[in-house]
């Protein structure tokens, strides 16, 4: 028997592959159970799954250098804001490149994970198999579970229209010849109001709140490259982008929509030069929220109405554990998860969270740092500091994401990409030398031997 700990990966998108390409170089012993048939997840247009938020249209709006691993160049010849097909091939390259595809149980899903008492994990499969493992390393993403409006408009239930979440937005074909009214400013709304704008009979792009649109490019290059460096602090990164946004778009309300009541950087980014172009043409009709539903109408909250055809809530997503029990870890009202470095449970030994994060930046590069602290950790080479000291660290993030962002549920998993991605590269080192020199056995390293 390995006197490594054993590990199981749940999920193989583009966080669970990074996590399961560290281990298998590592010789750590694990399993990774993916749903679909194939690895890529959230990128995997039509994903067998059946979670994939993705449509036909989308690209990525993360650069293709600031989205790839570090090893594994993604092809010169993908232009700089690729399509979910190429995206999703690239991540089957990866897992081919590094020939771990035979450690991936397709078509398998998770369904229940308990802690044990003594220490690790009974895991039951959905081949109705229960298997025993150290550590669990979680990557079931945080895009798929849709979160509607709460409470739910008045008259939503009388509604002659459709009403749909954006996670059931496939194609162009749902919105032909349809007048269709699209809630939300992140990037669900603002890709499919733009696919609404040439496909619908009307478009309508209702919003609660400003927010600053970032056109891809600015100044001839991708919007992320500007200043997107680990040794450029956030203040000074922000201080620079905030004047030349300010520059690329003016005020939103030049394009009919509301101000933003916050400073760039302060909400998710929303990425898009085509709705500007769109909104310039009278292609898109922007509308304050929604009010409430009158029969066939759409009533907004300046009491403008439109008989409308679809509603399309593109009000973002819940973060979802299905295989915990609730009474253990249930994030789904406040959307919010404690977790020491937003990746290690500080309570329960082996439990680790790969790709948790809302980056202001790509979240595969992340999930491949957060995976190399995990298995450090696994191999002994990493300690976490006390109980008191994680607290510390989880309450001190919080309060500074309060501070810093909109209050929003879409916002309880930020991190700023190259912030953070210092900040794992320092407690890696802070965490070896709490070992104090490889003192500990690596079973006993994550927390409790079986
Ligand atoms: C429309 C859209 C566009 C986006 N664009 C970008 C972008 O441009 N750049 C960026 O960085 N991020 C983007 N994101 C964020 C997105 O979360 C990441 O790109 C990426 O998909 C995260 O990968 P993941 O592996 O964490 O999650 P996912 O891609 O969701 O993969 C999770 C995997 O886990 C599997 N799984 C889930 N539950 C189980 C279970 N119980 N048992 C077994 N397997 C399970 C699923 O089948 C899936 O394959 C976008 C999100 C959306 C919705
Ligand atoms: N590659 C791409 O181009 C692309 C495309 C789509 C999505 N994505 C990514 O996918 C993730 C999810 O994006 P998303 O756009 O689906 O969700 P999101 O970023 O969570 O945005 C949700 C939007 O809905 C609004 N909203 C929520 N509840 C509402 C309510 N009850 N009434 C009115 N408005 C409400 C929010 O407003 P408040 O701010 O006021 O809460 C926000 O504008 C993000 O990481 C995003 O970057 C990327």
Redesign the pocket.
């Known amino acids: 028997m390995s006197a490594l700990p054993r590990a199981c990966v749940i999920g193989a998108g583009s966080s669970g592959i990074a996590a399961a390409k560290v281990l298998h170089e590592r010789g750590i012993p694990f399993d990774c159970f993916e749903l679909s048939d194939r690895v890529g997840g959230n990128w995997v247009w039509n994903n067998s799954n059946g979670v994939s938020?993705s449509y036909r249209s989308?690209?990525?709006?993360t650069s293709r250098s600031r989205m790839e691993y570090s090893d594994f160049p993604m092809p010169e010849h993908l232009p700089n804001f690729a399509r979910h097909d190429q995206i999703a091939a690239y991540f089957d390259a990866y897992v081919d490149h590094f020939g771990f595809r035979d450690r991936i149980a397709f078509t398998t899903g998770v369904e229940h994970v308990a802690p044990r008492d003594g220490g690790g994990f009974d895991v039951r499969l959905s081949t109705g198999e229960t298997r025993r493992y150290d550590a669990v390393l979680v990557a079931n993403g945080h895009?798929w579970d849709p979160?509607m409006?709460?409470p739910a408009f008045p008259g939503a239930e009388t509604f002659t229209g459709r009403q749909m979440h954006?996670h059931d937005y496939k194609e162009e074909s749902q919105l032909v010849g349809k007048k269709v009214v699209v809630?939300?400013?992140?990037?669900?709304?603002?890709?499919i109001a733009v696919d609404a704008s040439y496909h619908a009979k009307e478009t309508y792009l209702a919003?609660?709140?400003g927010?600053h649109i970032i056109p891809k490019y600015v100044f001839g290059r991708p919007y992320d490259a500007i200043a997107g460096r680990e040794w450029i602090p956030a203040a000074v990164r922000w201080r620079l982008a905030r004047p030349l946004m300010r520059a690329a778009t003016g005020p939103m309300s030049r394009y009919g929509l509301k101000d933003p009541d916050h400073r760039f950087a302060e909400?998710?980014?929303t990425?898009s030069s085509r709705i500007l172009d769109r909104l310039a043409h009278g292609a898109i009709t922007p509308k304050p929220?929604?009010d409430h539903f009158d029969g066939p109408d759409v009533v907004f909250t300046d009491g403008t109405r439109v008989a409308a055809d679809l509603v399309v809530y593109?009000?973002?997503?819940k973060i979802s554990f299905p295989f915990f029990d609730t009474d253990f870890l249930d994030p789904s009202g406040d959307n919010q998860v404690r977790l020491y470095q937003r990746m290690f449970h500080p309570t329960v030994a082996g439990l680790y969270f790969i790709g948790l994060v809302?980056p202001l930046g790509a979240i595969m590069p992340i999930a491949e740092r957060q995976s190399e602290l995990a298995a450090d950790h696994l191999q002994g080479r990493y300690a976490l500091p006390g109980l008191d000291r994680m607290n510390a660290e989880i309450d001190r993030h919080r309060s500074a994401l309060a501070k810093r962002y909109?209050a929003?549920?879409?916002h309880t998993i930020q991190v700023d990409f190259d912030d953070y991605m210092r900040a794992l590269r320092k407690e890696r080192a802070a965490g070896a030398k709490r070992t104090g020199g490889m003192t500990v056995t690596p079973r006993a390293a994550v927390g409790r031997p079986l």
């Open positions: 938020s989308l690209h990525i709006n895009h979160r409006p709460e954006s809630l939300g400013m992140g990037n669900s709304a603002m890709d919003h609660r709140r927010v909400a998710h980014p990425m929220n929604i593109c009000t973002g997503y809302q909109v929003s549920k879409r």
